[in-house]
């Protein structure tokens, strides 16, 4: 399929067969194929769900806040559904990857939450959009036993668990019996420990691991994991988005929303659907959004090429034995004229890649070349190659690949290139002259989202895996500040505690200061409009220094380390 309207992976995607995409990470995502389905993120106008009804009624719409949506479509009607003019963009899912003492001192939390005006979120909810929570775990209990958290979305079960739902459960006095009434789990552990950073309040361990926003409501929201690796879409994320928003507006509650993943694909700098409807959802009301950078700054998956007219340059890519097959992307500006050709560790060399729009095929050795080579779009200027190695054996030549460039008319000469996640390949599979910046993963690219990188407190140095800044066209700061994110002791599904390193766990610290400053301002009346990108105002301007960075704002800790007793105003606790 060749539709502008869609993005080129998801072009890419359906000019594939089912049987070479099986054989993909990436391409097969969002199809379903015991319906033959495919899963679609739209942004749309005008009533669609009345022109599907009349025109496709086999489609599925769920709509979303802001005039976003997801849909089911029949694959043979996947084309004929993108062309409606209600439609102004189309993307496929992508998956995601899930990425206290002494990092409650750096993070200056002691003073705000000490004392007779301390500060504990209490009246501000706070969503963990994660793989869901241990509801049994003390720190997610009041005194008199019942549950902290309001909600509970489960996207595995297909439903919403109350507060009053989770107390029947707790008062079964059995993890085995209280399953049987609220059947939701944490498979991970991860969603336990991001929620205990972000707002668990210690009860397990009297007070001594107690989280930031200790006293928020929970809403939580288990991710949908239906796919054989066990990694979440883009999509569960968005559906688990508008459920929280949407609830924080009934109560009429403050919102501080907290996302501990994310992914490479796209061009990272903002523009992709997920990041445009974060942004819309960040307008909205008194809502804060919190995201880590990734765990990408050391993995080698981001190469960066500057070219001047009439160079050749090229990029050393080592793959890894028994790789199954893996994408590459490739973003430039359109305005330059560039050509691209492909060795493999035999020394055999394709023809240069066809810069015509669409999909073709290159077979170069044992490994098949699927490529995309796409145009800019309604919502992007940036022009994608992507690149899917496809084994026509059992795994992709391993050695040393070479990506060829020749520059023939330059304007800008940029030329970014990205693997994908390095979760979902071999360690040794990465770009020998990589490039540390811009890994920031999607979705902590949005504009409006605060973007949490992470630094390890105890030797107050930038954490070497934490995704780093800028954004690929604009420039716009990121990370906007780092979080302890070494060696945290959290919570534990399970019950207890242990220590876990990763911006998945930076990222809750920001979350719960965000709530704590909606408390002063918003709750206690001080200050009604702080709130979005008022927060992220504060918490930057108290963020503190570390000697081993010379210069700030910077793309490895933003404009320094979370301070949140520098980000209330002076006097804050004279006011409560």
């Known amino acids: 399929m060749e539709d502008q309207k869609a993005e ?44 599907l009804a009349r025109q496709f009624p086999s489609v599925r719409m ?12 029949p694959e043979s009607k996947v084309e004929a559904v993108i062309s409606l003019s209600q439609i102004e963009y189309a993307e496929k899912p992508k998956r995601l990857f899930f990425a206290v003492n002494q990092a409650r001192t750096a993070s200056c939390l002691l003073p705000v939450q000490s004392g ?61 019996e209280g399953k049987k009434l609220v059947p939701s789990e944490d498979g991970s552990g991860h969603g336990t420990a991001v929620a205990g950073i972000a707002a668990g309040n210690g009860r397990e361990s009297s007070g001594k691991y107690k989280g930031v926003s200790w006293e928020s409501d929970l809403l939580i929201v288990r991710l949908g994991i ?20 949407r609830t924080a507006l009934d109560l009429k509650r403050p919102l501080a929303v907290n996302l501990s993943f994310g992914n490479t694909y796209g061009s990272h700098d903002g523009n992709g659907l997920l990041e445009r409807y974060l942004d819309s959802l960040a307008q909205m009301g008194q809502i804060v959004v919190a995201a ?28 890894a034995p028994y790789e199954t097959g893996f994408g590459l992307q490739i973003w430039k500006s359109y305005e330059d004229e560039i050509s691209i050709s492909i060795r493999n560790p035999a020394g055999t060399v394709t023809e240069n890649i066809s810069a015509v729009r669409g999909t073709y095929r290159l077979l170069v050795g044992q490994t098949e070349l699927l490529i995309y080579y796409g145009e800019p779009g309604p919502f992007n200027m940036a022009q994608e190659i ?57 979705p902590s ?42 060696g945290i002791v959290t919570t534990r599904r399970g019950g207890g505690y242990e220590p876990v390193t990763g911006t998945s766990f930076a990222a809750p610290f920001v979350t719960g200061a965000a709530a704590l400053l909606m408390e002063w301002g918003i709750i206690r009346g001080n200050d009604p409009y702080l709130y979005g ?14 000697p081993a960075e010379p210069a700030y704002p910077n793309p490895r800790i933003g404009y320094g380390t979370l301070c949140v007793a520098n980000s209330l105003p002076e006097g804050w606790n004279r006011s409560g």
């Open 8 to 51: 080129n992976l998801l072009n890419l995607a359906l000019d594939t067969p089912e049987p070479e995409r099986e054989q993909t990470d990436e391409l097969n995502v969002g199809y379903d194929a015991v319906q033959k389905t495919w899963e679609l993120i739209v942004k749309y106008n005008g009533d669609l769900q009345d022109v």
């Open 62 to 73: 769920e709509g979303l806040l802001n005039q976003f949506a997801i849909l089911t479509v």
């Open 116 to 176: 007779a005006d301390g500060l504990t979120g209490r009246g501000v909810l706070v969503a963990v959009i994660d793989s869901g929570i241990d509801y049994f775990h003390e720190d997610f209990r009041l005194d008199n036993g019942e549950s902290r958290i309001l909600f509970l979305s489960d996207q595995v079960t297909g439903m919403v668990y109350s507060k009053e739902e989770i107390d029947a459960a707790l008062r079964t006095g059995s993890r085995s």
């Open 226 to 245: 239906p796919d054989p690796e066990g990694f979440p879409r883009t999509t569960q994320l968005m559906q688990g988005l508008d459920f929280a928003v």
């Open 292 to 319: 880590g950078t990734g765990n990408e700054g050391d993995g080698g998956g981001h190469a960066l090429l500057r070219l001047t007219d009439g160079v050749r340059e090229e990029i050393e890519l080592s793959v």
């Open 386 to 442: 992507y690149i899917e190695f496809l084994p026509r054996g059992n795994y992709v030549e391993s050695g040393i690949w070479d990506i060829l460039f020749e520059a023939k008319e330059i304007t800008d000469g940029r030329v970014d290139l990205w693997l994908p996640s390095s979760a979902a390949l071999n360690r040794a599979t990465r770009f020998l002259r990589s490039e540390p910046l811009t890994t920031l993963t999607i």
């Open 445 to 486: 690219t949005s504009m409006r989202v605060i973007s949490v990188g992470a630094y390890d407190d105890s030797s107050r140095a930038y954490a070497s895996f934490s995704g780093r800044g800028d954004t690929r066209f604009y420039q716009i700061q990121k990370p906007d500040l780092a979080a302890p994110g070494v």
């Open 533 to 546: 990108d008022k927060v992220k105002a504060y918490l930057r301007k108290g963020a503190e220094k570390i």
